[in-house]
């Protein structure tokens, strides 16, 4: 018996119902269901960036676009995707989405130099190889299976995700996927429907980002060798989104009537240019370095640097991601509603060479002013400075309250110093960054939602939020160190440096504003 499943029709996408419920879908019912979806879900939150980046590249196909703003309101207006032109497309390539095809696999080609692997090397996630233990408690020894749309979602997050020199690959013969290093921002709408549009950019050249679309541009399940011709930069937008990172061969098996798979063969792909800059990342322009990709930080939460993904006028400081870029001309040229609160998710992962540390998925409000007014977002980014600054102050007070306790006289001119190695282990072990930026969350969004209504107000209780937690987060250190002579004096020494240098910040602020 051969091994058959076709990503059209059998179901392997995990999406959630309007109600929450999980259910699996495959590509010609996920299309016609999207407005009633609420949106995808997977094994991590590039997995489920992977799937988007599928859909995207099917939908450009079936929709022949967009072209312009004209076109995409057209579709957005329709509130579901036409069934029809669905099925038309998607029955024409049908045999190319046969993931188990014997010529012509799904995103799948037979190199000429492949590897023996197991499916652990799909997976970052099991501990094999290079990769740490984060979700699983699988070894290399181990005898793994995966069910066919197991491994069709992670062969998309190889091909989109994987590191150079991963799974045994030279660095100087691969590449990393498009989505293996920044952070992908994403808009989210109401619904599958409407997530999809808003992120169906229009069909042109990104000549800025390293992407021009020629006439033999495809997504790869159209070409009959997708490592043909062989190349460095893409034949347009849709190569690039379905771009070969890996020479993959899956070996499937049939075991008790069901197609397992447990091995494959693998080998470097194209290799992708230097200096692309993918259309869903956010960069920051160093004068040294160029254009460098927004990475998550296990220490940073994503809100505190959102000020600096819609600076969409800052084009010598910042290059936002397109998919902001493009809300914000729909809601200028009157196609979007100009009052509404859109929101973005963020899904990457953070990593330690070729080792993941950890994945993120994040979810941030969006409100339309912020897309059109240049100076409610500089409000914004002040507003976020003077977090840091006074994160900075409350840092600095606890820093000498550590000092004092690890030595009574280090204020003293001819005192002794602690080791500042010593005082920074104390500041780790308060945990008093967690603290203060966890508190300022919800502060934060409603800042957010309040700002473009009721500026001056908005700011001044965003002010008064930053003070009480700064001393909320100093109590919390003062309310473990007990009640010694040692303790109570640094404290008192600590409370006093925090409140003077809380004034003459707020003083500052005051007088800039």
Known sequence: MSASFNLVDEPWIPC?????KSVDLGLRDILHRAHTLQGLYGESPLVVAALYRLLLAVLHRVVEGPRDARQWAELWRSEHWDALAVDTYLDRWRERFELFHPKRPFYQHQSDTPREKTVMDLLPEVASGNNAT???????????????????????????????GGSGLAPRSSSDGPWARGVVFMIEGDNLFQTLALNLLPYRDMAERGIRNTEADRPIWEADDPMEPHRQYPLGYLDYLTWPTRSIWLHPEVQDGRAVVRRLSMAPGLRLARGLLDPFNHFRIDEKRGHVPYRFNERRVLWRDSASFIRLHSTKEVLPPETILWLADLVADGELDAHRVYRYMALGMANRQAKVEFYRWEHLPLPAPFLKEEGLVARLSTALETAEATRK?????????????????????????????????????WAFDRAYWSALELPFLELLAQLPQDRDNALDRWTAALKQEARRTFDQVEGNLGINPRALRAIVRGRGQLEGRLKNLFKTETQAA
């Open 16 to 20: 959630l119902t309007a109600d929450g």
């Open 393 to 429: 102050r409350l840092g600095a007070a606890l820093a000498r309250v550590a000092s004092l306790l690890l030595s009574p006289t280090a204020d003293d001119p001819n005192g002794r110093k602690p080791d500042k190695k010593d005082v920074n282990n104390l500041l780790a072990h």
């Open 134 to 164: 984060l979700f699983d408690h699988h070894y290399q020894e181990g005898d793994l299976a995966l069910s066919p749309a197991e491994a069709a979602r992670c062969l998309l997050f190889v091909q989109s995700c994987s590191f150079a």
